[in-house]
């Protein structure tokens, strides 16, 4: 930038020197007048580093230009470069995934249950702002029976909710990942775990029906005196036997088969 800007301020003198000597003032003008507007144009495109001296310094031509850069530079704060100058690749982070991250941050406002029938009506006809937001309640206050309204986000008209819905998508399969990978012993963490694949396998809309079967299956293994989870496997599979025989056992908890018993005594 700096040679078009010093060829252009070299023409310019000439110009008005040319002009000056010929007598021809208004010439001499115009042409500086197309100088200036090219070295603006130039400035405007290229440089770096736009601040107040080479603006104010460029009515006078690109010689302006090129004596208001170097002040543009001195005067610019240090600390700045670290939050203007351009990521390195490696922490380059685009695309609705930061944005999701700053729905997980700060403060977590919880869906209450009587606030979910508010929660469709407004990601179904509320403003992208209001859609936006109750998406991010959903978000912070994540549960499997909150992801059909992550998965009726994925279907909006606004191509910024459905990116966002995307991401927290991906973000809850993550989680759910990672809860899998970081099993620890004892029988409590091994329990919620059990619990936690249930919760997926039950109501985890964005998960097809294979993975939440495997879900099911593995709650079972990792909990098999879990008689509620061996019902709900049961269940899912169409083995009602097996149903009759748990409901039949003598430690079958009543609150489990209770519903199943008076189906089969009725």
């Given at each position: ?5 010093v060829?252009?301020a070299?023409?310019?003198l000439?110009?008005v ?21 090219a070295?603006?144009a ?6 770096e ?10 009515v006078?031509g ?6 208001g850069r170097?002040?543009d530079r ?10 203007f100058d351009?990521a ?7 695309g ?6 700053r729905m ?10 009587e606030t979910?029938?508010s929660?469709?009506t407004?990601?179904?006809?509320g403003?992208?702002?209001a ?15 909150l992801?059909p ?16 819905a995307a ?6 399969a993550?989680n ?10 004892g ?13 997926h396998?039950r109501?985890d ?25 061996q ?8 083995d009602?036997?097996?149903i009759d ?5 003598e430690d079958?908890p ?9 189906e089969?005594?009725?």
């Amino acid at each position: 930038m700096t040679v078009r800007l010093v060829a252009l301020a070299v023409l310019d003198l000439a110009a008005v020197a040319l002009a000056a000597m010929a007598g021809a003032a208004g010439w001499g003008l115009a042409g500086h007048a197309l100088a200036s507007g090219a070295g603006y144009a130039i400035w405007l495109h290229t440089a770096e580093d736009k601040g107040f001296a080479a603006a104010i310094g460029g009515v006078l031509g690109p010689v302006g230009l090129l004596v208001g850069r170097p002040f543009d530079r001195r005067s610019r704060p240090a600390a700045s470069h670290a939050a203007f100058d351009p990521a390195t690749p490696s922490r380059t982070s685009s695309g609705a995934g930061p944005s999701v991250a700053r729905m997980l941050d700060g403060r977590i406002h919880h869906a209450a249950p009587e606030t979910l029938g508010s929660l469709v009506t407004i990601l179904r006809h509320g403003d992208i702002v209001a859609r936006r937001r109750a998406l991010e309640t959903v978000v912070r206050s994540f549960e499997p029976s909150l992801s059909p309204l992550i998965a009726q986000a994925l279907t909006d008209g606004d191509q910024t909710i459905r990116a966002l819905a995307a991401a927290a998508s991906a973000r809850v399969a993550q989680n759910l990942a990672l809860a899998r990978s970081g099993e620890s012993a004892g029988p409590a963490a091994t329990a919620t775990l059990a619990a936690l694949l249930a919760d997926h396998a039950r109501a985890d809309v964005l998960l097809s029906d294979s993975q939440r079967g495997h879900l099911r299956e593995d709650a079972v293994a990792l909990a098999p005196e879990g008689i509620a989870l061996q019902v709900e496997a049961a269940w899912a599979a169409g083995d009602y036997a097996t149903i009759d025989r748990l409901a039949a056992a003598e430690d079958a908890p009543d609150d489990v088969a209770r519903w199943w018993r008076s189906e089969a005594t009725a």
